[in-house]
């Protein structure tokens, strides 16, 4: 059966992610992407985990502590567009991942913008290593998400192909505007 554009992202992910990589996960949500990450760089690996909202921290947290997974995460009640501020300077990053919208189950009307995504993205791309990864699913049936989705493409599509792969997967079938996954990777 073919992957969600979530279960796509994680394969992508578990391909060049080993027990020692630096990683970030630059919408921590419900902690499903920090936990993912979390097994896959243990026990040597770290993992940076961000979110604006106390919610999603807690929840994060609970399931790390639930799974014995706290010693490699660093949990971040801060804007992913501040990555730069939590990142030695050149500090090497295997992978990262985004899940662009809002949190489930939670207030609708905070989402991830435009503007602040492009910088963490940017960020955490001066800071990828050779063949690290950064994923991005995009959720785009909110207020405001479509401007996000048209900033990925244009970004991606912007990309040097002499320095990056950049991989667009979808379901062009599907109803309610499935999410689409990005995936770059650094040459």
């Known amino acids: 059966m073919v ?3 979530l279960q796509f992202s994680h394969t992508l992910l578990a391909e060049v992610l080993t027990d020692d990589d630096h990683v970030v996960d630059a919408t921590m949500g419900n902690g499903n992407d920090t936990v993912f990450l979390a097994n ?3 026990p040597h690996g770290k993992v940076y985990a961000f979110d604006v909202q106390d919610q999603a921290l807690d929840k994060t947290k609970q399931r790390l502590v639930e799974q014995g997974l706290v010693e490699q ?3 971040i009640l801060d804007g992913h567009e501040n990555l730069k501020s939590y990142l030695t300077e050149n500090e090497p ?3 990262g991942i985004f899940n662009l919208g809002y949190l489930p189950k939670s207030d609708k009307n905070l ?3 435009p503007a602040t995504t492009k910088q963490a993205l940017e960020t955490l791309l001066s800071h990828l290593v050779s063949k ?4 991005l699913v995009s959720y785009y049936g909110h207020t405001g998400g479509k401007e996000e989705l048209n900033m990925l493409n244009h ?4 990309l040097p192909q002499e320095e990056y792969n950049v991989l667009k997967y979808q379901f062009i079938n599907q ?3 499935p999410p689409i996954l990005f995936c770059i990777e650094k040459k």
């Open 175 to 177: 109803k309610n505007e």
């Open 73 to 75: 995460t660093k949990l």
């Open 132 to 135: 690290g990864r950064v994923l």
């Open 93 to 95: 990053i295997k992978a």
């Open 155 to 158: 970004y991606c599509q912007s």
């Open 111 to 113: 989402i991830t913008m």
């Open 40 to 42: 896959a760089v243990q």
């Open 3 to 5: 992957e969600s554009a």
